[in-house]
């Protein structure tokens, strides 16, 4: 048998309808909140490590703009490695191009390891270099983008009132490669992959409540504890768990 209800009570249940759905859709999004998953995939192929008077530079790759890293992320990863009481020396990045102009620049950098093997042969380079103390160059490519978004949120205000219903969210990927070269040897050392993935959300339920997830900077804590593995361990390097951090 089906419950009888008033036309007064339908008319209420009808009116509540779109609000409890709107309210059940925001109390899902802040119960998934924001959310961060991650990858890292690290080659090692040399037992070579850092030296206790040798340091490591950070570069950007520069040679396609479309996917050059933020200058932001290269000095989040070479401030990573330098700092704590365990950290490496870190030359910085600013000056070793500088010592080395214009042979660093997007247009001559060196793409591979024989590259720069020949770029050690012009006048000066050699001497630059072993001035500079650096055992490694690291060079990083990849960026962070949008990859998705979806969702609204409208706000209002009236004499009584102000006030903001909704749900808004989207995606970043943060995808990076770190080439690790051992410019003693004139070898590649290894390569590192990472890739973290983050779902920020926004449900508004008068006021917006923002749940931002930050996999760049992620990334970058990832990437460096790597590093500092890679750079550190001299032999039976194994790859690091595929990770997921909420």
């Avoid at 036309?7 to 961060?36: E, F, N, Q």
């Avoid at 508004?204 to 760049?216: G, S």
Wanted: with cysteine; charged share 20%; hydrophobic share 40%.
């Amino acid at each position: 048998m089906r419950p009888y209800y008033s036309k007064k009570r339908l008319s209420i249940i009808r009116a509540m309808a779109p609000r409890t759905y709107l309210l059940a859709l925001i109390s899902l999004g802040i119960l998934c909140g924001c959310s961060v998953t991650s990858r890292l995939e690290p080659y090692k192929q040399t037992d070579a490590v850092l030296g206790e008077d040798d340091r490591v530079v950070i570069l950007p790759r520069r040679h396609h703009a479309s996917h050059e890293a933020e200058r932001s992320f290269v000095d989040c990863v070479s401030n990573g490695l330098a700092q704590g009481n365990e950290g490496l020396g870190v030359h910085i990045s600013t000056v070793f191009e500088d010592r080395l102009y214009p042979w660093f620049e997007p247009s001559t950098a060196p793409l591979s390891i024989d590259d720069f093997s020949e770029l050690l042969k012009k006048p000066g380079v050699h001497e630059q270099v072993r001035l500079s103390k650096v055992r490694f160059i690291i060079w990083l490519d990849g960026s962070t983008d949008r990859v998705a978004s979806g969702g609204a949120i409208s706000c209002a205000a009236s004499p009584f009132g102000a006030g903001c219903m909704g749900l808004a969210w989207w995606e970043d990927d943060a995808r990076y490669d770190a080439t690790i070269w051992d410019i003693r040897d004139l070898s590649s050392a290894g390569t590192i992959y990472a890739d973290y993935n983050g779902r920020s959300v926004v449900p508004a339920l008068i006021i917006p409540i923002p749940l931002i997830a930050r996999p760049q900077a992620q990334a970058c804590r990832g990437l460096t504890e790597q590093l500092k593995q890679f750079l550190t361990t001299p032999g039976g390097y194994e790859p690091g768990p595929e990770l997921s951090a909420n």
